[in-house]
């Protein structure tokens, strides 16, 4: 069989193509996954960019992480509120009607996504930002500890060396 050119052997029973063992979806559902992924997620690059204007991004950056975390390194400007202290504090730190984007350490740490549910449940816009700490960090973005602000050298296999951004 022939598409767009390209050959394509049927597939047998005895050599099953791992990809597609399960079919893709549809366009039409692949369009509407992708488009609610972006309405739930933020990546680290569109959050600098956002804040690097020195407005007002229209968002809050929420860093849910413990003290010790967020004395480590955080995110400049972001708000500090643990997630087990969300529920009694979330109130009284943030505005509802102001979207906030959260942060835990990074994609192996789901905290950001807990602090975003509980955000959603007491009735906060919230999008979670990909990457956490970890890929703010290793994007080459500036970063405040106790001791003041840092910068590290951007991560060639996360963030274009020499580039205002990747282009994405």
Same mark, same amino acid.
């Given at each position: 069989m022939r598409? @767009?050119?390209?050959?394509? +052997?049927?597939?047998?029973?005895?050599?099953? @193509?791992?990809? +597609?063992?399960?079919?893709?979806?549809?366009?039409?559902e692949a369009a509407a996954y992708f488009r609610a992924s972006l309405v739930f997620h933020a990546d680290?690059?569109?959050?600098?960019?956002a804040l690097s204007t020195g407005g007002d991004p229209?968002?809050?950056? +929420?860093?849910?992480?413990?003290t010790e975390s967020w004395d480590q390194g955080h995110v400049p400007g972001a708000v500090h509120l643990p997630n087990a202290l969300i529920p009694e504090q979330a109130g009284e730190l943030l505005d509802k009607s102001v979207p906030v984007v959260t942060y835990c350490w990074g994609p192996g740490c789901n905290?950001?996504?807990?602090?975003? +549910?509980?955000l959603a449940e007491l009735?906060?816009?919230?999008?979670?930002?990909l990457g956490g700490f970890e890929?703010?960090?290793?994007e080459g973005f500036e970063?405040?500890?106790?001791?003041?602000?840092?910068?590290?050298?951007?991560d060639p296999l996360t963030a274009p060396i020499g580039a205002e951004d990747c282009g994405c």
């Open positions: 598409i @767009n050119g390209r050959k394509f +052997l049927p597939m047998t029973t005895t050599a099953v @193509n791992p990809v +597609l063992r399960i079919a893709p979806a549809t366009p039409a680290v690059s569109d959050v600098a960019a229209g968002f809050v950056v +929420l860093d849910s992480r413990a905290g950001a996504t807990r602090a975003a +549910l509980a009735g906060f816009q919230v999008k979670e930002m890929y703010w960090v290793r970063f405040e500890t106790w001791q003041g602000r840092e910068r590290r050298a951007a």
